[in-house]
């Protein structure tokens, strides 16, 4: 699957910190935050509701109970950054990437992924429930007890992802390759799996959640 990679200029101006460029532009009503990187800072009680981001590249930064319902990001990369329990409810992210970042117990409900890759993070506990999901790439994840109940997904992989426990309740799983995962525990009922590529003992694991006996 062909992720479109964030446009970012490869020339950003670098701010002393995020609220130092992000209050005069709410002062003029203007919410759009363009072509910025912050780095090695630490963002704490911000809200950034509904605030635009486009072209910005974010390097080890800590959001410490930080609002970002209904932000907009649009070609933006996540290096290295901690975003535990920060609240991303209907937050948009188109041509976003995440490496290495932190997203324990963040909560992405409603939210919306639009040719977004999520690369080596940590994302145990996050919820992305009734989120929607398109040509977005999970790799090599931690998503250890994720809560993905009700998400709309097209064209979604998960490789090389933890998702024991994770609960994919209502989420229809139908064409999605499974194989290089491991989903020991993966909760849901049944009807979820169908379409569903899974490998002979991923089926002889999931046939025992299900309640089924294989003689």
Sequence with gaps: MKITEPKISKVLTEGASLSEVLNPLMQNDDEVFRDFLLSDQTVEEMSLSGVEFSGCMFKNCKFVNCDMVKAFFVDCAFEACDLSNVD????????????????????????????????????????????????????????????????????????????????????????????????????????????????????????????????
């Excluded at 590529?197 to 309640?211: D, F, H, K, N, Y």
């Design 88 to 215: 991303m409810h209907e937050a948009s992210f188109i041509r976003v990437k995440f490496s290495n970042c932190r997203l324990v117990g963040s909560n992405l409900t409603y939210s919306s992924l639009n040719n977004t890759t999520v690369c080596d993070c940590n994302c145990r506990y996050s919820n992305m429930s009734s989120c929607s999901a398109k040509s977005t790439l999970f790799d090599s994840c931690d998503m250890t007890s994720a809560y993905m109940a009700d998400m709309h997904l097209k064209s979604v992989t998960w490789d090389k992802c933890r998702l024991v426990e994770a609960e994919f309740l209502h989420t229809s799983l139908n064409g999605i390759d499974m194989r290089t995962n491991d989903i020991s525990g993966m909760l849901l009922t049944g009807p979820e799996l169908k379409g569903a590529i899974v490998t002979a003992q991923q089926a002889c694991e999931l046939s025992r959640l299900l309640g089924v006996t294989i003689k």
